[in-house]
Each structure stands twice: as structure tokens, then as C-alpha cells.
């Protein structure tokens, strides 16, 4: 798409952020522009083309803008630049560094460099002179926050290459000469740590995507036990809002086992990406005892930044994902909420005039949302290393009915599901995932099953199965009991009902604010389930209905006792030992 | 209104809408503003040289060949601390006779914080009524608005909870308002001799709608001056957020564009967000705290506006009348503050987020026992506990007449939890039983 002469043209209609441009010469869709209004600059990208009129969506407000200002056409899509330094930074939607422009208020037209030009890097090569190579082979490594951060073949060359020079150890600047490389007919090309990709388009270059078989501990116990996601998988989080969408996405991204964490903020509150990097900054990643600022990067078009940024914010998310990825490692990328990108979607082919879908929304949404997810996954790059993108992004259905276009399209799309349960949300029942309703298709898989096996127990599965099918009957039991009364049924019924609320008060159940409770481990959470489960196996004998729920009321405290304790600690061993007395002398 | 030399003035209309206007014109900026036949109006479509301008108050007897000159800037406020004490309509103009102010002209609806340049918000604002500092603690920098029925008293506690904030300004920012609230407003203020803080911009009942839209840009804009140039903690009031929605919908309806949900524009989200996303606390101790109203219909909260409004403020506040105690009460099941886990138990007693919870809890557990009452079923010991500790619970601490500090409202918690229930009901952490049950 590089072309020789830039293409111009002028401003013929706006209509809020939708502008038409009268063009000189060729145009091709999702091309960039930029606008001239004054001394300002404003991005723009092509969403359609009829004749010589090309229309364009402007990242920016078009305020004051008039009809016959200049247009230059770049030549390119929307593009991020990758290299060392993306870690621990706050990007807006167009990755422009955040903390690089200057004042209290967003300039329009005002855009900043991603990457950190002065620093210095300690390089290290990987290839040697005379070396064969493709695009996404690593050519060398820097240290970037602790993490290897290779440096690459650019994914936009194509075809094979040879290594002609490769600098030794030592500190480079991003744009430094690193490599030259030639192609079969000897043209050479020079490298530096620093390369471009269009955010649309996946980067591809891996050997294999296989379905995803690894457990990927999160530390939130009822996704972890009951709805486990992988290591390269997908999933997603309705909810109404106010159920705990953000809190339960910001535990995860606090605990779980990835190297680099991706928070893409599309659409939502400027104040959540302030905890953010109010709050990383000082927790530390237990695996590592580093910050946890330093192995995460900050997406954020909050609601009141211009609305087509918002399109974009996740597709930049998505590309610096892919791009870590291809250095072998395992990102987690989370968007809170994939419905703002849908609705600012909405707004561009309203504007547009399409014909519209359900709810207005676009008629290509389900297909659009499809192409997103499937950029996540689990991969064998060339040389035969493993990555993997896991993707987790919020729903928020309008009226809280989940019958909506977005979470209809999502649905089909993403692997996990993890309702968030008005009713809950409601009782305080946190995190408000819906234990009966939600669900994990890697549980399917014959090779989640076998590394779950493996990895956290033999009879692991089973267990599982066996507290979902607890909180079933329990569910069943309590609708019986509301038909007929607590004493219009067997004492058995209160039995199976309190079993489940058991399991609902200590294995579901999760303060995302108290500093132990929040992340169980996954050894704890075989520890604790096979203990509750062990209630649930035993009989108890009570002379009356209201016995069983004051005995299963001092159960779940001294439970719950537990889990506020240290794993194991003197504390945790006392309620364990008062439970057990508990548990003797009601039992049969 | 305002003229300025040598400006173009057009006399041919081409078109003529409830809401719209166009005409041929050249050199016209996007948002600009223009009169038409001496009324105020806004550029929102430019197709070559077809310009569609939205009239505020409506295009009634506005003949083809109407005066129209457009100003060369978008709709303005001229900011000071003059500001202070004073009335406007949603232009901006003065209202209470006074003088115009003078000072810095500003444009309304300016750009959002760089959101790395804003401060996590973290004071507490302590308003004594238990049913938000309890249960839904606000902190300066927040948004949230009361959900509430027409019929109750959301203006009346809102007046209530701004006079006791502590803020160095409040400003009202009235739409579609009574004339007799706009009076109550006052008169509130006034009594508590806080008029002095007060600033309005008030589109009644009897101003056209659709000038509504100017009020919510106009009052933030003041708020910003005040929070940026002076540092001074703001608070916004917006009362009815739902009758603002309306104005959005009745032009984008008039300019045939097509409705999404509820027949509201398919951008509802982003223009709401767009205001309530000005609340922000700064590095520098200024704030804007936006304490707004929704309306319901019927209770409906699944409607577009509520819903909208729900997945953008920080929380919402209910009102719901408690036919047992015969009060207002603030609904703890549907009410929430985001902002509250900021300062709960750091900067209020370290029991708060626990006792908050647990008796929230057992309130719930008393609604599913007048269930099974209303289902003709008997009670246990436990239900009948319940029901008489969410009586008095109502009473002593949802009420919106109750007015005391956050220490006194836990002690009343404990003090309810020890004569209802035993400590393994209650299930708090135990080193707090310990030192805070009271027999
Ligand atoms: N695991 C949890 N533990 C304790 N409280 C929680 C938990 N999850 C959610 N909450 C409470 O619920 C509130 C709302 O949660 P959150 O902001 O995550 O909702 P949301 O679903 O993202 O809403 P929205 O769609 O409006 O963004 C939180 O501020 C907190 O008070
Ligand atoms: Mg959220």
C-alpha cells in the first residue's frame, strides 16, 4: 500500500466525527489521514470510499473544522510502532504515550512517541552473521523490566533472509543499526530494535496454533476450580453494571500467571485506569517479587476520549499483545468493555447510514467480534519456543438482558463464560459469577483434562463435577423449599441446601479487597475444596430443620476463618482444629 | 445577542424542521454557534455548503428569509470569581438581574484530563446520613447519581447532601426544573446562608427543552475553572439527568437518526459519559464531585437512560419509601458507591467494610423471610430475628433523617448484630468480634 505520490484532498461535509474528503488520487480503506484545522493536525482513518469521496472517521473532536481544509493521506493504516519500552507505559488508544504530552487536558492533534529514543538498551545477540531467517525470528535480546525482550525479523518482511552484519553486546539506542539483512537477490536492508504493524491486521508468523491444554491460574477460586481458562484462551465477563465486572478483571490481572498483562480501558472510567497505576505500582507480583507496574501496559480510552480512539484502543491492545507473544512469551490481555467498542462501532455506521442489525448495531458485529478473539491463542513460534495471548474481555448488556447483540456475538466467539449474576451481585455474593450458568469449554477438552490431572490431582476432575453438581441440587432444593416451606419438606432437603451454600460461602465466594483472601493458590484451592467436600460426603443427624442451618452457619464461619488466614499458619490450623470438633459432634 | 463587524448575514433558508434549520453558507466552522431570527443555534451537519443548524428553542415562526449570522465559535462562558452567587439561564446570561460578569470568555465542552494527570480520589465526604456513609460512602472526585421515582424527595436530599459537604462551591446545574423546586433550591441555600458558594444555570419547565443541553457543559465549565484555576473542591449538582436524555433524544430523532434502544440515540452512552467523566480529583487538591438525579419511570432501571447511566457514574443511590417505619429510606440492595472500598476502613474505623456487608446480609435474609411470611409459611427463630433487626435497622440507619458520624453509625451496627444474633450468624472476622461485640 506504500505509494510513490501522497494523496490529498479537502473537506467537502461533517457530520460530528464522520468527515467527507474530496480526494486527487488513490485511497485505500482504513488508510490514515490527517486533517488541517489551524496549526492542528487531526488523525483520521478511512472507513468507506464512494467515488472520489472518501469518508473518514477523526480520532479527535471536530470542532470548528470547515469544509475545504486540507487532507493529506498517508500512505498506511492505523499502525502501532513496537519495540523496547512499552512496558509500565500508559498509551491512549493511538498509542501515544499518556505522560508525554504536556498539561492537564488532552491537546487535540497532540501526538507522542511510544518508544523512549534516548535510552539505552544491553543487547545481546541471538544470530550470527551468515544466519538464515524470517519475519519474527529473533535476532537478538534486550532486558526490558526483567523480561527478554527479543528483538525480531520486522513481520512485515516477507520471504527468507541472511544475516550480513549483527552488532555485538553492548547498549544501543531503539533506532540504532543492529543487523542487515539480505534477501535471495542480494538487497540489503538495515534493522533497528524498532518496527511498525497495522493494529487490523494479526500477526501471523508462528509455526502452529494448537488448541489450548494449560491451566492459567488466576488465583480467583470459581473460575481456577470451577471454570479454569488456559493459557491462550478466551473468555468473557457479562454483567449489569455495578456486578463487579472491573474489580473481578483487576484481580485477575493482579494474580495471574503471565509475564506481561495487557489492560486495554475502552470506553470506561478514567478513574479505574487511576487505580491502576495508582495501586501496580506498589503490589508486587508474588511470583516474581517485582512491582507489578513492570510487567504491564496501560490502553486507555476512557468514555469521554473520542469515541473512534475507542475502536482502535483494542486492536493496539491486541497487535503489542501479538507482539510480545512472538517473543515467547505468555500475555494476558483483558478489555473492560468490549460493549463501548461495539457502540462506537454503532455510532460510525449510523452515521454511515448502513443498513442497521439488531439494536442498530452493525450488521458485520458478530463477524468483527469473531476476528478479534481469534487473534488470542496459544502458539509454537519457528523455532519452536511456546506463547500465548489468553483474551478476557467485559460484556455490558444494555438492561443487564443478556439476549443483546454484543454478548450474542461474544458468546459464539469466546470459550469461557462467566456471567456475573445480578441476584448475586445484589446479596454481595462476590465475585458474582453465576456458579450454574457459567461455564469453561476447555473442561472438555481431553487435553485440559489430562493436565489438570496431572498438575493439581488425580481425582481433580471428579471433584469438580461433583460440586457443580452440589450447587445444582442445592439450587433445585431451594426452590422446593420456597414452594413448600421449611417444614413442608424432609430435614434432607436443608442438609442438601446448606451443603451448597457451603461451598457457594467458601470455595465461590471471594473478597477481592482483603489482602489473603483475594488470590488462592491453586494448591490451597485442592486443599480447601477436598475439605469442603468432605462435609458434603458426610451425613450429619439433626432432630430439626433449623439445627441444620445454625450448624451449617458455624461451619462456613470457622471456614471462612480459614480462608482469611495464612495458608497453613498457626491461625488457619486452629479454625481448622474447631471445625473438625465441630464436624465430629454432629456427625452420625 | 452579541454581533460582530463585518460578519455576513444570510437570508435564505432552505430548509425548515421542528428542530433544524439549513441554509448555504461558506467559511462555517463545525459546532459553531449562530442566531437565526435573533434565536441561538448550533452547526451539527455541514454537507458542502448545506448548513444544518439545531435551533435551541425550537423553530416555531421562524419565516425563509430569517436573519442568520454565525458567531465564528463554539457556545462560550465567560468565567470569574464573580461567578459566585449567581443565577444564568442555559446560555450562560444572567438571571438574577445582576450584572454580566466579567472575565476570562471560555469555550464550553472542552477537552477530557489526561487521565495520568488526574489524582485517585480520596477524601471522604461525610454527609452524616448513614444510609451513603455507611453503606455507600462518597468520596470528593466521584460521580453518582440518585435513582429515584418522580414522586420522592431527590431534590430535598440532594439540597441536603451538598449543603453538608463541605465543598467551596456548589453549582446547580438545573434542567427542566419547577419553578417551585428552582425556588426551593434557593431558599435552601439561602437559609443556610451558603448562597454565597452557589452558583446556578437553570432551564426550567418553561424554557425550551432542547436548550437543556447547553446546562450540563455550562455548569462544568464553571466547575473547571473553580477546580483547575483555584483549586477549590466542587461540587456539581444535575438534576434531571432523564430530562436531559429527552432533549438528546428529541433531536437526534428530529434529525433522523436512527434511534437505538428506548428511542434513544445511539450515542446516549458517549454524550452522558461525556459529562459525568468531568468529575476528577487534581494532583493539586482541586476536585468535581458530580452528585446528579435520573428519574425513573415506574422503577425501571433497565430503561436506557438509568442503564446508561449506571455503566458510567461511580455508583447509584435509591430511594425507596419503607412502609414499615413509614421514611424515606436510601435502598441498601440496589445502592452502591464504587469509590467507597478508597476509603472504608482506612479512613473511617477499621471494622466498616465488614459490619457494612454483614448487615446488608442480614438485611437480605430479612426480605427473604417477609417472603415466606407474604407466602403464607411459618417463621423460624432466625427469620423473626432478622425481621425485627431490619426494622430497627431502617430506623437507626437507612433512614435519610438520620444524622450522625461514621463511628456512631458502626456502634449502632454492633450494638444491633449483639441484640439479634449470635456471633457465628453475624461470621465478621474475628479479631474485630472480639474487640467490637457488644452483649
Ligand atoms: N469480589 C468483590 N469483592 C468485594 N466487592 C466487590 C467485588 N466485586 C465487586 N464488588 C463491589 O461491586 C462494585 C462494582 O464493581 P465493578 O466496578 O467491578 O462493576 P462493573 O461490573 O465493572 O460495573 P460497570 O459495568 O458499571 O463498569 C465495586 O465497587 C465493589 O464495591
Ligand atoms: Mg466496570
Known sequence: ?588 | MESQAFQKVYTKLTNITKATVTLKADGVGYDEIATVAGKLAQVVKIAGEDITLQIFEGTEGIPTNAEVSFLGRPPQLTVGDELAGRFFNAFGDPIDGGPAIQGEVRDIGSPSVNPVRRKQPSNLIATGIAGIDLNNTLVSGQKIPFFADPDQPYNQVMALVALRAKADKIILGGMGLTNDDYLYFKNVFDNAGALDRIISFVNTTENPPVERLLVPDMALTAAEYFAVDKNESVLVLLTDMTLFADALSIVSNRMDQIPSKDSMPGSLYSDLARIYEKAVQFPEGGSITIIAVTTLSGGDITHAIPDNTGYITEGQLFLRRDTDIGKVIIDPFRSLSRLKQLVIGKQTREDHPQVMNTAIRLYADAANARTKLENGFDLTDYDERTLKFAKEYSDQILAIDVNVDTDTMLDITWELFGRHFKKAEVAIRENLVEKYWKN
Open chain 1, 1 to 588: 500500500m506504500e505509494k510513490e505520490n501522497k494523496t490529498t484532498g479537502k473537506v467537502v461535509g461533517i457530520v460530528a466525527n464522520l468527515v467527507m474528503v474530496e480526494v486527487d488520487g488513490p485511497v485505500a480503506q482504513n488508510e490514515i489521514c490527517f486533517i488541517s484545522l489551524g496549526d492542528e493536525e487531526l488523525m483520521s482513518e478511512v472507513i468507506k470510499v464512494v467515488g472520489k469521496i472518501a469518508y473518514v472517521q477523526v480520532f479527535e473532536s471536530t470542532r470548528g473544522l470547515k469544509p475545504g481544509s486540507k487532507v493529506e493521506f498517508r500512505g498506511h493504516m492505523l499502525e502501532v510502532t513496537l519495540g523496547p519500552g512499552i512496558l509500565s507505559r500508559n498509551y491512549d488508544g493511538l498509542q501515544n504515550d499518556l505522560d508525554k504530552m504536556e498539561g492537564v487536558f488532552l491537546k487535540r492533534g497532540e501526538y507522542t512517541d511510544p518508544l523512549n529514543r534516548e535510552k539505552k538498551w544491553e543487547f545481546k545477540p541471538i544470530v550470527k552473521v551468515g544466519d538464515e531467517v524470517q519475519a519474527g525470528d529473533w535476532l537478538g535480546e534486550v532486558n526490558e523490566n526483567d523480561q527478554p525482550h527479543k528483538i525480531m525479523v520486522p513481520f512485515k518482511m516477507k520471504g527468507t533472509y541472511k544475516i550480513k552484519e549483527i552488532v555485538g553486546e553492548g547498549e544501543y539506542t531503539v533506532d540504532h543499526k543492529i543487523a542487515v539483512v539480505a534477501n535471495g537477490d542480494g538487497t540489503e536492508t538495515e534493522l533497528t530494535m524498532v518496527q511498525k504493524w497495522p493494529v487490523k491486521v494479526a500477526i501471523r508468523d508462528f509455526k502452529e496454533k494448537p488448541r489450548p491444554f494449560k491451566l492459567l491460574e488466576t488465583g480467583v477460586r470459581c473460575m481456577d476450580t470451577l471454570n479454569p481458562i488456559t493459557e491462550g484462551g478466551t473468555g468473557f465477563i457479562p454483567g449489569p453494571f455495578g456486578t463487579g465486572k472491573t474489580v473481578l478483571q483487576h484481580a485477575i490481572s493482579k494474580q495471574a500467571e503471565a509475564d506481561i498483562v495487557i489492560i486495554a480501558a475502552c470506553g470506561e472510567r478514567a478513574n479505574e485506569v487511576v487505580e491502576i497505576f495508582t495501586e501496580f505500582p506498589e503490589l508486587e507480583d508474588p511470583r516474581t517479587g517485582k512491582k507489578l507496574i513492570e510487567r504491564t501496559i496501560i490502553i486507555a480510552n476512557t468514555s469521554n476520549m473520542p469515541v473512534a480512539a475507542r475502536e482502535a484502543s483494542v486492536y493496539t491492545a491486541m497487535t503489542i499483545g501479538e507482539y510480545y507473544r512472538a517473543m515467547g512469551l505468555k500475555v494476558l490481555l483483558m478489555a473492560d468493555s468490549t460493549s463501548r467498542w461495539a457502540q462506537a462501532l454503532r455510532e460510525m455506521s449510523n452515521r454511515l447510514e448502513e443498513l442497521p442489525g439488531p439494536d442498530a448495531f452493525p450488521m458485520d458485529l458478530s463477524a468483527v467480534i469473531s476476528n478479534f478473539y481469534s487473534r488470542a491463542g496459544f502458539v509454537y513460534l519457528n523455532n519452536g519456543k511456546t506463547g500465548s495471548i489468553t483474551f478476557i474481555g467485559t460484556v455490558s448488556p444494555a438492561g443487564g438482558n443478556l439476549k443483546e447483540p454484543v454478548t450474542e456475538s461474544t458468546r459464539k466467539a469466546a470459550r469461557c463464560f462467566y456471567g456475573l449474576s445480578q441476584a448475586r451481585a445484589d446479596s454481595k455474593r462476590y465475585p458474582a459469577i453465576d456458579p450454574i450458568d457459567s461455564y469453561s469449554k476447555y473442561l472438555e477438552y481431553p487435553e485440559v483434562q489430562e493436565n489438570l490431572t496431572k498438575n493439581v490431582g488425580e481425582f481433580w476432575l471428579k471433584d469438580v463435577n461433583k460440586t457443580k453438581d452440589v450447587l445444582l441440587r442445592g439450587k433445585e432444593v431451594m426452590e422446593q423449599i420456597n414452594i413448600l416451606g421449611d417444614d413442608g419438606v424432609p430435614i434432607g432437603f436443608h442438609e442438601t441446601f446448606w451443603k451448597a451454600e457451603l461451598i457457594d460461602f467458601v470455595i465461590l465466594q471471594q473478597d477481592a479487597f482483603d489482602k489473603i483472601d483475594a488470590s488462592t493458590p491453586m494448591k490451597r484451592q485442592q486443599y480447601m475444596l477436598s475439605k469442603v467436600l468432605g462435609v458434603v460426603d458426610s451425613s450429619f443427624s439433626f432432630n430439626h430443620f433449623e439445627d441444620v442451618s445454625a450448624f451449617f452457619k458455624e461451619v462456613i464461619n470457622e471456614f471462612k476463618q480459614m480462608n482469611y488466614s495464612e495458608f497453613e499458619s498457626e491461625k488457619f490450623k486452629k479454625h481448622e482444629k474447631t471445625l473438625e470438633e465441630l464436624l465430629k459432634k454432629q456427625a452420625n
